[in-house]
C-alpha cells in the first residue's frame, strides 16, 4: 500500500536513499571501494561498440550511462531511441554489444530491439527491474536494479537504481580496459555510495521545492537547461512534468539554447537549470545569463560552490548537497521529479495514474 503517502509516487520517491544504497551494494564492495562487474556477454576489453537503447525514462538513464562509459571506459556507445532503432538499420559491428535499460522488461519496442540486436550478432545485456520479465529471460545476460515494485506509472527509484547500476558498469568497463586506476576506482565508488545520505538531504528540501512548484504550475510552458550527464537529466525533468502535470515542457542542452529556444524566452516561461559546481559550471551559467537577460526568470538547482554567481540573476536558487561531478546525474534526477510530483499535486491531476498512459507500454 501507499503507507502514509498520499500517492505512490510520492512513497516512491522517499524510497530513492534505500532504492541507491541497495543498488550500489550489489555492484560495489564499501570496504574495498571497488567495483564487482556482473557477468557479462560481452569482452570488455575487445568490445568495438556499445548501442544503448531503451523508451522513455529508461532511455534518458541510458543517456547518461553513455556519457558515463565513454568518459571513464572510452568504449564509443550510440545510444537511441528502441524505437527509431528498430528501423534504422544500423550498421553493426562484429562482437559488438548493447545494453538495454528497462523498468519493467516489457515494453515492446525496446524487446523488439533486443530481438533484432540478438540477430545482428550483437550480445545483449539488459539492465531491468523485474527478474522474471521477457527481457530477463530474452537477452544474454542480465543486471538488476533493486528498486522493488515501482507503481507509479512515473518512474522515480527505477530511474535512480538504473542510474546507480550503469555508474558501476561505467566503473567496472575502465577499471577493465586500463583507463582508470585503483585511486579513481575508489574516488568514484566513494562518491556514488555518498549517494543515498544526500539524497535524504535532498528530500528533506521538499518546502523549498513545493514553493517552486507553485511557480511552476502556473506555467504554460517550462525549459529544463543542463549539460554534459546533467542534459538527461534536464530532459527527465522535463518528461516527468508533462507526464504529470499535463503542463509542456521541453529539455535542452543549455548551449543549443541559443539555436532555437530562446525565442521562447519571455517573462512567462520558467526556465529550470540544472547547474551544480563541476567541469561544466561555467558554460552553463553564461547560457543561464543570456536566457535572464532576455527576461528569462531562472530556477536553478546548483550546490553551495554554484549559488553565490546564480544568485545575482536567479529568482530562486535551490542548494543541494555538494557531491562529486560523476555522482550528480543521480542526485539531481531527485529534485526534478519531486518538482513534477508537486506540480501535479497542485494541478490536481491524477498522479499515479496520468491520462493516457500505461505502467508498461506493451503495444508498439
Ligand atoms: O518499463 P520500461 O522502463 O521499459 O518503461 C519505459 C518507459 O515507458 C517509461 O520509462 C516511461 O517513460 C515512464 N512513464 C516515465 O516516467
Redesign the pocket.
Known amino acids: 500500500g501507499k503507507g502514509n503517502y498520499r500517492h505512490f509516487m510520492e512513497k516512491e520517491l522517499h524510497e530513492h536513499p534505500a532504492v541507491i544504497g541497495d543498488t550500489l551494494r550489489q555492484y560495489l564492495d564499501p570496504r574495498t571501494l571497488e567495483v564487482n562487474l556482473p557477468r557479462l556477454p560481452f569482452d570488455p576489453v575487445k568490445v568495438p561498440r556499445l548501442t544503448m537503447t ?6 534518458l538513464a541510458a543517456q547518461v550511462g553513455r556519457y558515463w562509459i565513454e568518459h571513464l571506459a572510452r568504449i564509443p556507445v550510440d545510444a537511441d531511441v528502441a524505437s527509431e532503432l528498430r528501423y534504422r538499420d544500423p550498421p553493426l559491428p562484429e562482437g559488438g554489444a548493447a545494453i538495454l ?7 515492446a519496442d ?1 524487446m523488439a530491439a533486443l530481438k533484432l540486436l540478438r540477430e545482428k550478432g550483437q550480445s545483449v545485456l539488459a539492465v531491468v ?1 523485474v527478474p522474471e520479465s521477457s527481457m530477463a529471460r530474452e537477452s544474454d545476460a542480465t543486471v538488476l536494479t533493486v528498486a522493488g515494485p515501482e507503481i507509479g ?4 527509484k ?2 535512480t537504481a538504473q542510474l546507480s547500476v550503469l555508474a558501476c558498469l561505467a566503473i567496472g568497463l575502465g577499471r577493465k580496459r586500463r583507463e582508470l586506476s585503483t585511486l579513481d576506482e575508489g574516488r568514484l565508488t566513494k562518491a556514488l555510495l555518498e549517494v543515498p545520505h544526500k539524497a535524504a538531504e535532498v528530500l528533506e528540501r521538499d518546502a523549498e521545492i513545493h514553493a517552486l512548484a507553485s511557480e511552476v504550475a502556473k506555467a504554460r510552458d517550462v525549459l529544463f537547461l543542463g549539460r554534459g550527464s546533467l542534459f538527461p537529466i534536464a530532459m527527465e525533468g522535463a ?2 512534468l508533462k ?1 504529470i502535470s499535463y503542463i509542456h515542457a521541453e529539455g535542452y542542452a543549455a548551449g543549443e539554447m541559443k539555436h532555437g529556444p530562446i525565442a521562447l524566452i519571455d517573462s512567462q516561461v520558467p526556465v529550470i537549470a540544472i547547474c551544480p559546481s563541476g567541469p561544466l559550471y561555467e558554460k552553463t551559467l553564461s547560457n543561464l545569463q543570456e536566457a535572464s537577460a532576455r527576461g528569462g526568470r531562472i530556477m536553478a538547482f546548483t550546490d553551495a560552490a554554484g549559488a553565490p554567481s546564480l544568485e545575482r540573476f536567479a529568482e530562486r536558487v535551490i542548494v543541494l548537497p555538494e557531491i562529486d561531478p560523476f555522482a550528480q546525474p543521480i542526485l539531481y534526477a531527485i529534485p526534478v521529479q519531486l518538482l513534477a510530483y508537486h506540480v501535479a499535486v497542485l494541478k490536481g491531476t491524477d498522479v499515479d495514474q496520468p491520462r493516457n ?1 500505461a ?3 506493451t503495444v508498439e
Open positions: 531503451a523508451c522513455g525514462s529508461a532511455f535499460v528497462s523498468q519493467s522488461g516489457e515494453t525496446t527491474n506509472v512515473a518512474s522515480t527505477a530511474f518528461l516527468k507526464e498512459l505502467k508498461s507500454v
